[in-house]
């Protein structure tokens, strides 16, 4: 156990900490509630589960081998946060009530643009096997863990959104942080691509 230890501690603070996943879902609970944002929460949740296999079964060592496939994420993820921010700043200026929280295959979809999503990944695929469980053992230990980690993790971001809802019922102020949460995601992009 202790030497899962590191690979707990990896997953907590990558699943934690600010980036596209947790910044979507906490608009998204702002502006949907919790249950609404469910499947947003399942999808992402789904997406790294399948990212984190097929990283640990051999794909990582693709990325390894074409450096090229980090700089195609990057532009690739950067793109498509600034759609998504383009359509939250949107949000802002439409009536809030017509949009909609994204869906399950959106949410999973979008891991495989997602450049954290990607270091996450491949970080576990390289540093975190257990190389003494063989492949398939190893790959269903450490992607069990890092799901299990995370979707407490990115539901707590979530549950802020919800939280901070009771601050958010003047349309006014739905708009503004509509917008804010627009440009982090533009930011976010920017960052991709520096």
């Not at 997406?47 to 079964?57: A, R």
């Not at 359509?87 to 929280?101: E, F, M, N, T, Y």
């Not at 509509?178 to 920017?190: D, E, Q």
Request: hydrophobic share 55%.
């Amino acid at each position: 156990m202790t030497e899962l230890l590191p690979l707990v501690t990896y997953s907590i603070v990558m699943s934690s900490t600010p980036g596209p996943n947790n910044l979507m879902l906490t608009t998204s609970g702002a502006n949907f509630g919790f249950r609404r944002s469910l499947p947003h929460i399942l999808g992402i949740s789904t997406g790294m589960l399948v990212q984190t296999m097929v990283t640990c079964l051999g794909l990582g060592s693709l990325f390894a081998a074409f450096p090229v496939l980090h700089t195609v994420l990057r532009f690739a993820g950067a793109a498509y946060l600034l759609v998504l921010a383009w359509k939250l700043a949107g949000s802002a200026i439409a009536d809030v009530s017509l949009a909609r929280p994204l869906t399950f295959w959106q949410a999973a979809a979008f891991q495989a643009v997602n450049p954290k999503s990607w270091v996450k990944s491949v970080t576990i695929a390289s540093v975190f096997m257990p190389a003494e469980l063989g492949v398939l053992a190893g790959t269903a230990l450490v992607t069990a863990i890092t799901v299990a980690i995370g979707m407490p993790c990115v539901s707590v971001w979530t549950l802020f959104g919800v939280a901070i809802r009771r601050v958010l019922t003047d349309v006014r102020r739905r708009r503004v942080f509509n917008v804010i949460m627009a440009g982090s995601l533009i930011a976010l992009a920017v960052t991709f691509l520096l």
